[in-house]
């Protein structure tokens, strides 16, 4: 089998709900492509839908490496980080990666958040601000919480 149609089934596999499946699509490609950003993201998806914080940490930062410019990695080693009761190391964490983070509403939107529970209510707020300014439907999603 190559890479590209097992990779395929696996998406189709993940949009359907159907994770065993997805997953052991994920699994079945040669090692050779285990750690490329796609496989890794994806794999991510469902541990982070699983709530496996700590396997997600471990996959996450492994996006990092794989994909150092890519905001993607960063963003969800954060969270995980945060999941895990470490919300300082999500922040700093996000304060050390790459510039594509700057684009990205989510990132301010986090840092709110984890400026917010570390005690930092004026960055927090300025963050969250940032965040909306970028995408009104993170007002919607602050507002529900």
Not at 54 to 68: E, H, N, V
Not at 114 to 135: H, I, P, Q
């Amino acid at each position: 089998m190559n890479f590209e149609w097992q990779f395929r089934a696996a998406c189709g596999y993940a949009e359907l709900g159907m994770k065993r499946e997805s997953v052991g699509e994920l699994n079945a490609i040669d090692r050779a492509f285990q750690n490329r950003p796609e496989v890794l993201q994806l794999r991510l998806h469902h541990l982070m839908q699983g709530k496996h914080w700590a396997q997600a940490l471990r996959i996450s930062q492994k996006l990092c490496r794989a994909a150092p410019d890519c905001s993607a990695g960063f963003l969800h080693a954060g969270f995980c980080l945060h999941e895990l009761g470490k919300t300082a190391q999500a922040k700093a964490l996000l304060l050390k990666g790459p510039v594509a983070l700057l684009q990205e509403p989510i990132y301010y939107y986090n840092m709110g958040c984890y400026e917010a529970l570390l005690g930092n209510v004026t960055v927090a707020r300025a963050n969250l601000e940032t965040s909306f300014k970028m995408d009104s439907t993170f007002r919607e999603s602050a507002l529900l919480r």
